[in-house]
């Protein structure tokens, strides 16, 4: 996972004057940097993620319907779909930290103002604000951390993805124990959104632009990529985004709504339906190990296999009536196989799939595709429940939906991949 000492630091090039020595950057800087990295993304993850535990309350108390609920829940990945090829093009032109902290002043501004809403249009603007920053933060860490890493990708991204996944397991729990101790549903918005700023002060200071400005060409400056496709919309790229709007729509559907169908379906209380979103976030810490396979074995075989154990333990999750524990042990295997595997093996697979000047693209086509049409998951899951109950609408958006992708998936060729042995 790490570079040796000397480590070109050199900014991502907008032209060839640009290309010019910097001092090199030591380990214990990249270990801060990078560990700076991967708690700003934790932070992305707790803002998003506190919201659909505190779905029910917030519906109370304004008065919305569940089809209004559930695009609140997922409808901040508009903003971060709008963010995604805007990001990317920017990130192959000019310095990926400056976009970084950008971001992260956005988002937590987004998150801080949700309270402040008066009714549905204000808290739609508010969550697709946040969502804005949280895509350009996504296409900015995904483009310098994979152009950093570029031997090892995958498991770099893996780790990203534990990052997530804790703020997707600790969110719950604290969104809903401050929510009980100062008795209304805004305070955890105020405290994550605080982190948020916070986080890019340190971030200002402490990730060098060695981390964030690096060239993949450059780690591999030996390779030839004339054996594959010159743009980067290509045949690989354009599968793994079909791919990425399936997987997109299934994950988000299933995570905006889960609390919601625990406790209106199955009766949980808060508190109840708060640990099994955590045991999905834990789930998800799997990443790493998600990351390294991805690095060792073929991708597309990867993630099929993933998309077909998203949709059996979707069946435990909708068509059994278990208890608590057991719906704790299918959230912890939705969370592995949908954020530990899907998920970063889709955005190293997509980068892998382009030239390696091309890697900013690749992000924000991934962001694009993936949170793009995932906005109006919840909106579609909530419409489905009112029309097949929720068992109904779990056997089609979180059941049968994914073997779409994997249709998809068929078509990719992973020898035509950036990292693939020649």
């Given at each position: 996972m790490t570079h040796a000492a000397q480590v070109d630091t050199g900014a991502v090039?907008?032209?060839?004057?640009?290309?010019?020595?910097?001092?090199?950057?030591?380990?214990?800087?990249?270990?801060?940097?990078?560990?700076?990295?991967?708690?700003?993304?934790?932070?992305?993850?707790?803002?998003?993620?506190?919201?659909?535990?505190?779905?029910?309350?917030?519906?109370?108390?304004?008065?919305?319907?569940?089809?209004?609920?559930?695009?609140?829940?997922?409808?901040?990945?508009?903003?971060?779909?709008?963010?995604?090829?805007?990001?990317?093009?920017?990130?192959?032109?000019?310095?990926?930290?400056?976009?970084?902290?950008?971001?992260?002043?956005?988002?937590?501004?987004?998150?801080?103002?949700?309270?402040?809403?008066?009714?549905?249009?204000?808290?739609?603007?508010?969550?697709?604000?946040?969502?804005?920053?949280?895509?350009?933060?996504?296409?900015a860490i995904f483009a310098a951390i994979g152009a950093f890493f570029a031997h090892r990708r995958g498991l770099a991204f893996g780790i990203i993805g534990v990052g997530y996944s804790i703020g997707v397991f600790i969110a719950p729990l604290i969104g809903v124990q401050l929510m009980s101790t100062h008795g209304t549903w805004h305070s955890p918005f105020y405290l994550f959104g605080a982190a948020g700023l916070l986080i890019a002060a340190a971030c200002l200071f402490l990730v060098k632009a060695g981390l964030t400005e690096h060239s993949a060409e450059k780690v591999a400056s030996t390779k030839t990529y004339e054996y594959m496709p010159a743009s980067a919309y290509n045949r690989n790229t354009v599968a793994l985004a079909v791919h990425s709007v399936i997987g997109g729509v299934v994950l988000y559907g299933f995570l905006g709504l889960y609390p919601t169908y625990l406790i209106t379906s199955l009766h949980y209380t808060a508190g109840q339906a708060a640990l099994a979103m955590s045991c999905l976030g834990f789930g998800g810490m799997t990443a790493v190990f998600g990351g390294w396979l991805g690095d060792r074995f073929n991708q597309r075989n990867l993630l099929i296999l993933s998309l077909l154990a998203v949709s059996a333990i979707s069946v435990c999750i909708y068509q059994t009536q278990v208890g608590v524990g057991m719906q704790c042990v299918f959230a912890f295997f939705m969370g592995a196989f949908g954020l530990g595997f899907i998920y970063p093996n889709t955005n190293s697979?997509?980068?892998?799939?382009?030239?390696p000047t091309q890697i900013g693209r690749a992000s924000g086509l991934f962001v694009t595709s993936y949170y793009g049409p995932a906005a109006f998951s919840g909106l579609l899951f909530a419409t489905l429940v009112d029309s097949f109950g929720w068992s109904g609408a779990g056997l089609l958006q979180v059941t049968i939906l994914p073997l779409v992708g994997v249709a998809a998936l068929a078509f990719v060729r992973t020898s035509q991949f950036n990292n693939a042995v020649r």
């Amino acid at each position: 996972m790490t570079h040796a000492a000397q480590v070109d630091t050199g900014a991502v090039p907008a032209s060839d004057t640009q290309e010019k020595s910097r001092a090199p950057i030591s380990r214990p800087m990249i270990g801060v940097g990078f560990l700076l990295v991967v708690l700003s993304y934790m932070v992305n993850a707790m803002d998003r993620q506190v919201f659909p535990p505190l779905l029910p309350n917030i519906r109370a108390e304004y008065g919305f319907s569940l089809e209004q609920g559930g695009l609140l829940a997922t409808n901040f990945t508009l903003g971060m779909a709008l963010a995604g090829l805007p990001a990317g093009y920017l990130l192959d032109r000019f310095r990926r930290k400056t976009v970084l902290l950008a971001s992260i002043v956005i988002y937590s501004l987004g998150t801080m103002a949700t309270p402040l809403a008066t009714g549905f249009a204000d808290m739609t603007l508010y969550r697709v604000v946040s969502g804005f920053g949280e895509g350009m933060q996504s296409a900015a860490i995904f483009a310098a951390i994979g152009a950093f890493f570029a031997h090892r990708r995958g498991l770099a991204f893996g780790i990203i993805g534990v990052g997530y996944s804790i703020g997707v397991f600790i969110a719950p729990l604290i969104g809903v124990q401050l929510m009980s101790t100062h008795g209304t549903w805004h305070s955890p918005f105020y405290l994550f959104g605080a982190a948020g700023l916070l986080i890019a002060a340190a971030c200002l200071f402490l990730v060098k632009a060695g981390l964030t400005e690096h060239s993949a060409e450059k780690v591999a400056s030996t390779k030839t990529y004339e054996y594959m496709p010159a743009s980067a919309y290509n045949r690989n790229t354009v599968a793994l985004a079909v791919h990425s709007v399936i997987g997109g729509v299934v994950l988000y559907g299933f995570l905006g709504l889960y609390p919601t169908y625990l406790i209106t379906s199955l009766h949980y209380t808060a508190g109840q339906a708060a640990l099994a979103m955590s045991c999905l976030g834990f789930g998800g810490m799997t990443a790493v190990f998600g990351g390294w396979l991805g690095d060792r074995f073929n991708q597309r075989n990867l993630l099929i296999l993933s998309l077909l154990a998203v949709s059996a333990i979707s069946v435990c999750i909708y068509q059994t009536q278990v208890g608590v524990g057991m719906q704790c042990v299918f959230a912890f295997f939705m969370g592995a196989f949908g954020l530990g595997f899907i998920y970063p093996n889709t955005n190293s697979a997509i980068q892998r799939a382009v030239r390696p000047t091309q890697i900013g693209r690749a992000s924000g086509l991934f962001v694009t595709s993936y949170y793009g049409p995932a906005a109006f998951s919840g909106l579609l899951f909530a419409t489905l429940v009112d029309s097949f109950g929720w068992s109904g609408a779990g056997l089609l958006q979180v059941t049968i939906l994914p073997l779409v992708g994997v249709a998809a998936l068929a078509f990719v060729r992973t020898s035509q991949f950036n990292n693939a042995v020649r």
